[in-house]
């Protein structure tokens, strides 16, 4: 029943498309989501998640976790990041993965809606130290698309990586364009 909500609000009264599939036999992954650049991008995604019928989480600080809100986000698909021992947020973020039989850690690798003009690098170290692929997926505001890409396994080679990932999304528009990072 959601499902047909998800996709009459997406598809009939927001007018947008989806292109490509989420393949939901990949159990762990980091869905990297560009151009992130309005609030609303988050409602954008919420919408083709639930279209999908699967479950693509979050991390965030573990104070947001305890009562009351704590429910909440575990059953939105938030996971909390325990950076405790010194762990610095890739290595936490891995633990995290090697914790769950299924985790799909959705990232914005811009980190900000503001205009960046280098994508912070963490999104791949962690795909790479836990192991998993990198989801690439465009949100496309001037063609009202969401574009989901193959999944990349990456090498440990980031410049010669980013060579392989970053031409998906070349030409994408942000709801704010002159927000967007430019491939």
């Given at each position: ?31 990297i ?8 991008d ?26 009351p ?9 938030g ?50 130290k836990?192991?998993v692929?990198?989801i ?14 193959n ?33």
């Amino acid at each position: 029943m959601k499902q047909r909500l998800y996709k009459f609000i997406f598809f009939r009264l927001l007018g947008w498309n989806l292109i490509g599939t989420f393949d939901d036999s990949i159990k762990k992954c980091v869905v990297i989501v560009i151009p992130h650049t309005a609030n609303v991008d988050f409602f954008i995604a919420l919408l083709v998640r639930g279209i999908w019928n699967v479950k693509i989480n979050f991390v965030g600080k573990k104070e947001l976790f305890v009562f009351p809100f704590g429910y909440y986000f575990r059953s939105v698909g938030g996971a909390p990041l325990d950076r405790s021992g010194g762990k610095n947020n890739v290595d936490a973020t891995v633990d995290v993965f090697n914790k769950h039989e299924t985790f799909r850690l959705a990232l914005s690798p811009e980190g900000t809606r503001k205009k960046v003009t280098e994508l912070r690098t963490g999104f791949y170290y962690i795909a790479f130290k836990a192991n998993v692929p990198i989801i690439p997926v465009a949100l496309d505001y001037g063609k009202k698309e969401v574009k989901v890409g193959n999944p990349f396994v990456v090498t440990g080679n980031y410049e010669e990586d980013m060579k392989g990932i970053l031409p998906f999304f070349k030409g994408v528009k942000g709801k704010n364009p002159e927000r967007g990072f430019e491939v």
